[in-house]
């Protein structure tokens, strides 16, 4: 069967198994990603031949958008999010992303990290990170525009955990994932407890850190939910 026909069947109405896609298509000049080490390619950036060296628009807040080639001519403003209808089982969702809705994936990689340093990111780093995330993918993070969050953690070939995470989440727009990241006390706290950790360890760090931010305008987002439950994804939103 190809994986069409096995997407389209009617079988994936019926059971105890929900399945769903989320599929970006952002253009090149909405797509930004930044890694803390040249050697950190994750995501989209392991199809680049080569990467540019250290580049001036980081470590201040606002980076990001001036990473984004299409900000400098666009405000990339959000609009109101489609809220879909409330999905029954057994039914397929389809929801169209409005224009402007921003997605972030930010990972972390700790494989490489041992003693003070490894201790610090497991033991001040990572739980403050998982609050972050459970606040976003809470009710509380839907008022601060987040539309939906999952933190998810990397598995091998054989489904065993590895050292490595990362957050994804949709955001109603640009602003509103800045504002979370600049102001809000969760990303503050996971910031702090970074920095501490970098003082803590005084020599270069081996935690690999990376992000990549896409604003897709209307019609490069596509979203399916099938048999799922109430809560998964952008169903969240439905009223
Ligand atoms: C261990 C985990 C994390 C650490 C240590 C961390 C730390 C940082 C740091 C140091 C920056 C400034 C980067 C620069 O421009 O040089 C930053 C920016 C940012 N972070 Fe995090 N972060 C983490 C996780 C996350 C997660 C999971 C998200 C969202 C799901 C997130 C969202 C953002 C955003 C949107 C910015 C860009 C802000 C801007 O440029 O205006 N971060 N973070």
Redesign the pocket.
């Given at each position: 069967m190809s994986p069409q026909a096995f997407w389209q069947s009617d079988e994936r109405l019926n059971g105890h198994t929900g399945w769903f896609r989320e599929v970006a298509c952002p253009g090149v000049d909405r797509f930004e990603t930044?890694m803390s080490s040249p050697d950190g390619q994750e995501a989209v950036a392991r199809l680049a031949e080569a990467v540019s060296g250290e580049i001036l628009e980081?470590?201040?807040?606002?980076?990001?958008?001036d990473r984004l080639p299409a900000s400098q001519t666009d405000a990339l403003a959000g609009s109101h999010p489609l809220r879909p209808t409330q999905p029954r089982p057994g039914e397929r969702v389809i929801i169209e992303g409005h224009h402007n809705i921003a997605l972030?994936r930010?990972g972390?990689n700790w494989e490489h990290t041992v003693g003070a340093e490894r201790e610090r990111y497991l033991g001040e780093?990572e739980p403050v990170?998982r609050e972050?995330?459970a606040f976003?993918a809470s009710s509380d993070g839907v008022g601060a525009g987040c539309l939906s969050?999952r933190y998810l953690r990397v598995l091998d070939d054989n489904f065993a955990p590895i050292a490595r995470s990362y957050?994804l989440?949709w955001w109603q727009s640009l602003a509103h994932?800045?504002a979370w990241?600049?102001k809000h006390p969760t990303?503050l706290k996971?910031?702090g407890a970074?920095m501490g950790m970098l003082q803590a360890i005084a020599s270069p760090p081996s935690l690999r850190?990376y992000?990549e931010?896409s604003v897709l305008q209307a019609g490069d987002a596509q979203f399916e939910y099938i048999n799922c439950h109430a809560s998964t994804g952008l169903l969240r939103l439905a009223t």
């Open positions: 930044l980081h470590a201040y807040w606002g980076g990001m958008r972030i930010s972390q780093v990170l972050g995330m976003l969050n957050g989440s994932m800045e990241a600049e990303h996971i910031f970074f850190l992000h931010v």
